[in-house]
């Protein structure tokens, strides 16, 4: 049973006898308390994807729920749900939109690494790995010798995702994207 203060984000929680999911955490150390750091946590219910935020105390202990990560690759969407195929038994994983929002700006049918994140056989979130690899769909034309300068443009991506790059880089290019932060590595 770990503390409120080892609970990372994507974890999946039991508490008042449901199981919710760990979407944002924030630390605050409020003044004049004798040292006990406060954790606000944004949670989901797995079943009615109802938000729940709630505080909780460094040292209070919360139970982990058991999640299930399986390896998946982008299948198709239909309307509000994606679907997502396990890459071992083919076994196809519905998500709704609003669930992966924030995930689905690096996804496309060749994305690598992506992990469904299942609690009692249901998905309830998709894990990215650290850099994905996407196209250049609409950018500035390049400045020749723009590699020797450290300005950069906007460029957005086939997902729509709008990153910052250097001059260097054009349309159809395709780049690395550290998917934490949202910003340009490397040409792939």
């Known amino acids: 049973m770990p503390k409120a203060s080892e609970i990372k984000k994507n974890q999946a929680v039991e508490y008042d006898g449901r199981v919710y999911f760990v979407k944002d955490i924030e630390r605050s150390v409020p003044q004049g308390r004798a040292g006990g750091s406060l954790y606000r946590m944004r949670m989901y219910d797995v079943v009615t994807d109802q938000k729940l935020d709630e505080t909780f105390k460094?040292?209070?202990?919360?139970?982990?729920?058991?999640?299930?990560?399986?390896?998946?690759?982008?299948?198709?969407?239909?309307?509000?749900?994606?679907?997502?195929?396990?890459?071992?038994?083919?076994?196809?994983?519905?998500?709704?939109?609003?669930a992966i929002e924030d995930e689905l700006m690096f996804i496309t049918e060749d994305t690598q690494g992506v992990m469904a994140i299942l609690v009692s056989d249901t998905p309830v979130a998709l894990d990215l790995p650290p850099t994905v690899?996407?196209?250049?769909?609409?950018?500035?034309?390049?400045?020749?010798?723009?590699?020797?300068?450290?300005?950069?443009?906007?460029?957005?991506?086939?997902?729509?995702?709008?990153?910052?790059?250097?001059?260097?880089?054009?349309?159809?290019?395709?780049?690395?994207?550290?998917?934490?932060?949202?910003?340009f590595l490397s040409r792939a």
């Open 133 to 183: 690899e996407l196209t250049i769909e609409e950018t500035d034309p390049s400045v020749k010798g723009g590699s020797a300068t450290a300005r950069t443009k906007p460029a957005r991506l086939t997902t729509g995702l709008v990153v910052q790059v250097p001059e260097h880089i054009s349309t159809g290019d395709r780049i690395k994207v550290n998917v934490e932060e949202r910003r």
């Open 58 to 98: 460094d040292s209070d202990m919360l139970n982990l729920a058991d999640l299930v990560r399986r390896a998946v690759t982008f299948s198709y969407a239909d309307g509000d749900e994606y679907v997502f195929m396990d890459n071992e038994d083919f076994t196809q994983y519905m998500l709704n939109k609003s």
